[in-house]
């Protein structure tokens, strides 16, 4: 399929990197187009693996945001926080870009949109969780009670429903001021999803969901705030690589 080029007012662009596959040159690269500041946190990491995986998503990001930006070298990216931590970029562009950034093991995923904030979340399944008793926790009510029984489809669900709501809320943009449980994703249908939230304010924005096939290993999810049709594109990518397209297939969708 096609590379990127430039993003459509009605897109939404997944750019995704298995971590397992960058080494050698690739990785030095990775630490060439970080910041001073980013050196810096970089090297604060105490183990290697945890340095690696923060090269790589820098990089992801810098180099990505270059594609569809050639005019700003990967290096030059400048980026600022609001008040909960949520990144936006600094750089003149005559143009709006959003994007957001998420990470687990093995893999990386970046999401870019022209017109929308957007969140992504990407979560391993592999590691060991107490399903049930985090969503009695953490949770809405009605998420909780409608966990399947069957252990293998309770901690499928669990982990779409947790990667849908850390979406819903990195789009938002207010991080950890907004409970998991102060709004409801629900399943109903085959391919549905549907979105209950408290704040009359969030509601009324208007939102789309969707959670996606990343295979066995990983739950992946993606939140924008707007009550317009998106397509999502997704793309396989890699350090000093070209992105490559690739089929992109919803399990799920609001």
């Not at 003149?92 to 992504?120: I, P």
């Not at 293998?152 to 207010?174: H, I, N, S």
């Amino acid at each position: 399929m096609s590379s990127p080029e430039d993003i459509a007012a009605g897109e939404i662009h997944l750019h995704m990197v298995d971590e397992t596959e960058v080494a050698g040159d690739a990785l030095v690269y990775c630490r060439e187009v970080m910041s001073d500041d980013e050196y810096q946190r970089c090297d604060r990491f105490l183990f290697e693996r945890n340095q690696r995986q923060f090269a790589i998503t820098r990089s992801l990001l810098r180099d990505t945001l270059s594609r569809y930006v050639p005019e700003i070298a990967p290096r030059d990216w400048r980026f600022r926080r609001n008040g909960h931590g949520r990144p936006a970029i600094v750089n003149e562009m005559g143009r709006a870009l959003d994007f957001n950034l998420t990470h687990t093991k093995d893999r990386a995923v970046l999401a870019v949109s022209r017109s929308s904030f957007v969140g992504v979340d990407v979560e391993w399944r592999g590691r060991k969780v107490e399903s049930v008793d985090l969503a009695h926790r953490f949770f809405a009510a009605q998420e909780a009670a409608e966990l399947p029984v069957e252990p293998g489809e309770r901690d499928r669900r669990f982990f779409m429903l947790w990667t849908l709501k850390e979406a819903y809320v990195k789009a938002l943009g207010r991080g950890l001021s907004i409970p998991l449980d102060s709004f409801c994703i629900g399943f109903p249908g085959q391919d549905a999803l549907s979105l209950g939230v408290n704040d009359p304010s969030d509601a009324t924005a208007g939102w789309r969901l969707w959670t996606l096939d990343a295979g066995d290993a990983h739950a992946l999810s993606v939140a924008a705030m707007t009550s317009e049709q998106y397509r999502l594109r997704l793309f396989r990518t890699a350090p000093m690589a070209p992105a490559r397209e690739v089929e992109c297939h919803i399990l799920r969708s609001l």
